[in-house]
């Protein structure tokens, strides 16, 4: 019984990278989809990405397309979350959930059901 783990978070010079890993265990098989979401301090958690196992779509935030990219492992259901220039405001506990969702959700919070304890990423200025 291995929960979902989040990991790859660090430190980080603004313009820089960080590599974001997401593990699961077979309690969450059932689900459809995997999501990243990050909450930076003083604010609410939000969605940046996310990823459909079986039909492949990917989903974005604006505020972070074409500077994050999503994978995922179909195997093993682990996913990744690639982010280049990082910006302050990047800072965050990054999330890794999983649940079955259909594309008008899959952007929400509330439809991920199994969630990890996060990983920081921390850019600093």
């Known amino acids: 019984q291995v929960p979902l783990v989040d990991a790859g978070g660090g430190l980080v010079q603004p313009g820089g990278s960080l590599r974001l890993s997401c593990t699961t265990s077979?309690?969450?098989?059932?689900?459809?989809?995997v999501g990243w979401f990050r909450q930076a301090p003083g604010k609410e958690r939000e969605f940046v990405a996310a990823?459909?196992?079986?039909?492949?779509?990917?989903y974005c935030a604006d505020s972070v397309k074409g500077r994050f990219s999503i994978s995922s492992d179909g195997d093993t259901r682990a996913a990744y979350l690639q982010m280049n220039n990082l910006e302050p405001d990047g800072t965050a506990v990054y999330f890794c959930?999983?649940?079955?969702?259909?594309?008008?959700?899959?952007?929400?919070?509330?439809?991920?059901?199994?969630w990890g304890q996060g990983t920081q990423g921390t850019v600093y200025s």
């Open positions: 959930p999983t649940g079955k969702l259909i594309s008008s959700t899959t952007r929400t919070r509330g439809g991920y059901t199994k």
């Open positions: 990823r459909r196992w079986i039909g492949g779509g990917t």
């Open positions: 077979g309690r969450t098989f059932s689900a459809n989809a």
